[in-house]
Protein backbone atom coordinates (compact mmCIF):
# COMPACT_ATOMS: atom_id res chain seq x y z
CA UNK A 1 0.00 0.00 0.00
CA UNK A 2 1.37 3.73 -1.02
CA UNK A 3 1.50 5.78 2.21
CA UNK A 4 3.28 8.66 0.67
CA UNK A 5 0.08 10.61 0.22
CA UNK A 6 -1.52 9.65 3.96
CA UNK A 7 -1.59 13.05 6.12
CA UNK A 8 -0.69 12.11 10.02
CA UNK A 9 -2.40 13.86 12.93
CA UNK A 10 -1.84 13.15 16.47
CA UNK A 11 -5.12 13.61 18.55
CA UNK A 12 -5.66 17.05 20.49
CA UNK A 13 -6.33 14.74 23.30
CA UNK A 14 -3.04 13.48 23.60
CA UNK A 15 -1.13 16.22 25.38
CA UNK A 16 2.07 15.91 27.14
CA UNK A 17 1.84 12.04 27.72
CA UNK A 18 5.47 11.47 26.83
CA UNK A 19 5.09 10.89 23.43
CA UNK A 20 2.35 7.49 24.43
CA UNK A 21 0.45 8.29 21.56
CA UNK A 22 -0.84 7.55 17.96
CA UNK A 23 -0.98 8.80 14.99
CA UNK A 24 -3.97 8.16 12.65
CA UNK A 25 -4.32 9.32 8.85
CA UNK A 26 -7.32 9.36 7.32
CA UNK A 27 -7.12 11.36 4.05
CA UNK A 28 -6.70 7.93 1.68
CA UNK A 29 -9.80 6.39 0.12
CA UNK A 30 -10.79 3.18 2.09
CA UNK A 31 -8.61 2.86 4.67
CA UNK A 32 -7.68 4.87 8.13
CA UNK A 33 -3.62 4.13 9.19
CA UNK A 34 -3.12 4.05 12.81
CA UNK A 35 0.79 4.49 14.03
CA UNK A 36 2.98 4.56 16.70
CA UNK A 37 4.04 7.85 17.03
CA UNK A 38 7.78 7.28 19.47
CA UNK A 39 8.41 4.34 16.66
CA UNK A 40 7.02 5.52 12.96
CA UNK A 41 8.72 3.02 11.23
CA UNK A 42 7.26 0.35 13.18
CA UNK A 43 4.56 -0.60 11.38
CA UNK A 44 1.26 0.86 10.82
CA UNK A 45 -1.87 -0.70 11.15
CA UNK A 46 -5.00 -0.13 8.48
CA UNK A 47 -8.66 -0.38 9.07
CA UNK A 48 -12.25 -0.06 6.95
CA UNK A 49 -13.11 3.28 7.79
CA UNK A 50 -16.35 1.80 9.24
CA UNK A 51 -14.67 -0.36 11.79
CA UNK A 52 -12.55 2.86 12.69
CA UNK A 53 -15.70 4.86 13.52
CA UNK A 54 -17.12 2.40 15.42
CA UNK A 55 -14.04 1.95 17.78
CA UNK A 56 -13.78 5.74 18.12
CA UNK A 57 -17.46 5.81 18.88
CA UNK A 58 -16.92 2.89 21.54
CA UNK A 59 -14.03 4.80 23.14
CA UNK A 60 -16.24 7.88 23.52
CA UNK A 61 -18.32 6.08 25.13
CA UNK A 62 -16.49 4.91 27.81
CA UNK A 63 -14.38 7.92 28.30
Known sequence: MD???AQ??????SG???GN???VADNL???VLVRDTKNR???T???P???WQAFVATVARHA
Open 3 to 5: LTG
Open 8 to 13: WRTSTR
Open 16 to 18: NNG
Open 21 to 23: CVE
Open 29 to 31: PGV
Open 41 to 43: DGG
Open 45 to 47: LAF
Open 49 to 51: PTA
